[in-house]
């Protein structure tokens, strides 16, 4: 069982940036892939990054390759995403979320039902 909690989220002007965390309880934190989706109001929940059980391999939606980081630090059982160059249409609800898969190829790290464990969500607003 893992657990998953967001923080991070908030208000921030284009061009700004944010720096969003999940923190994961669970002694087999290390051998999950994490990912970070998210979900604008009416539309359904995308992708956005994986990243493996070791940090080894990341992929990124297109829509936010390059200006998005995804991270992990294994040892404080955390994962990132820095976000930079906001724009107002990454205005959504980020999740994080656990694969006991630990490395997928790309086509399958974006897909929902590979997740086996979710976090709540934490609100990120994008202002023009």
């Known amino acids: 069982q893992v657990q998953l909690v967001e923080s991070g989220g908030g208000l921030v002007q284009a061009g700004g940036s944010l720096r969003l965390s999940c923190a994961a309880s669970g002694r087999t934190f290390s051998s999950y892939a994490m990912g970070w989706f998210r979900q604008a109001p009416g539309k359904e929940r995308e992708f956005v990054a994986h990243?493996?059980?070791?940090?080894?391999?990341?992929y990124y939606a297109d829509s936010v390759n390059g200006r998005f980081t995804i991270s992990r630090d294994n040892a404080k059982n955390t994962v990132a995403l820095q976000m930079n160059n906001l724009k107002p249409e990454d205005t959504a609800v980020y999740y994080c979320?656990?694969?006991?898969?630990?490395?997928?190829?790309?086509?399958?790290?974006?897909?929902?039902?590979?997740?086996?464990?979710w976090g709540q969500g934490t609100q990120v607003t994008v202002s023009s």
């Open positions: 990243i493996s059980w070791s940090g080894a391999s990341t």
């Open positions: 979320a656990a694969d006991s898969g630990g490395s997928r190829p790309y086509s399958a790290a974006q897909l929902i039902p590979m997740y086996d464990y």
